[in-house]
């Protein structure tokens, strides 16, 4: 089983429409990241949560809201997507102190919407 | 100044050769430095993490790290086609800062 693991794979939603992208991770992290990837854009930070309690903002998160429901799941959450939400976004965790090993990554969910 | 710069590319080398991708970043206080390998489509994977000034190497690549100029490099020995991917540099600000990424440098590795 991967270490960080995201649902759906893909999603095509409707302008308007609620939709929940989940992560869960068997790493043991503290620390836990949502980014999306545009073309040219680069990996954008959304929000990120250093623990349970601890919710923070990314630069890019208007429009999102997100869930830290245990240490293992983080759950990002569209109120009301609309068009240019269109992305491949990333589930990300690290460790919680120290240099560490950077983060490790799901295998994304590429949403798509109409 | 964008905090973590590289060029975009795309960067096209002839299999066997050495590829050479470069990243500068603007914040001194950084102190642990990642190169990622990004395949079309897929998720960033972490090949080589430095964190001291001068070269790290593993297998066919070795990373590069000079504080005093902000820049970290990425050398690719003996490059092979399956190399072809967008390689993405992470910046990380003392050790409990996020990780600041680069738009990446798209790497075509030609048989």
């Known amino acids: 089983d991967a270490d960080v693991t995201q649902t759906p794979r893909n999603r095509i939603t409707k302008t308007g429409k609620r939709i929940m992208l989940e992560c869960s991770q068997t790493?043991?992290?503290?620390?836990m990241y949502w980014y999306r990837q545009d073309p040219g854009l680069g990996l954008r930070l959304i929000y990120y949560s250093f623990d349970v309690k601890d919710i923070n903002k990314g630069e890019i998160s208007d429009g999102y809201s997100v869930s830290r429901q245990a240490q293992a799941k983080f759950s990002l959450s569209l109120e009301s997507a609309i068009p240019n939400q269109t992305a491949l976004y990333f589930c990300?965790?690290?460790?919680?102190?120290?240099?560490?090993?950077?983060?490790?990554f799901g295998s994304g969910t590429r949403l798509t919407v109409v | 100044q964008k905090e973590v710069e590289q060029n975009s590319g795309p960067l096209s080398v002839p299999e066997g050769a050495i590829a050479s991708l470069n990243c500068t970043y603007s914040?001194?206080?950084?102190?642990?430095f990642f190169w990622y390998r990004q395949y079309s489509g897929k998720s960033p994977e972490l090949i080589m993490s430095i964190y001291s000034n001068g070269d790290k190497e593993d297998g066919r690549f070795t990373a590069q790290l000079n504080k005093a100029s902000q820049y970290v490099s990425l050398l690719i020995r003996d490059s092979q086609p399956s190399d072809s991917a967008t390689y993405l540099c992470?910046?990380?600000?003392?050790?409990?800062?996020?990780?600041?990424f680069g738009k990446g440098t798209k790497l075509s590795v030609k048989p």
């Open positions: 990300a965790t690290s460790e919680q102190t120290g240099t560490g090993d950077g983060y490790t």
């Open positions: 992470a910046v990380k600000r003392g050790s409990q800062g996020n990780l600041i």
């Open positions: 790493k043991g992290h503290d620390r």
């Open positions: 914040d001194r206080g950084s102190q642990s």
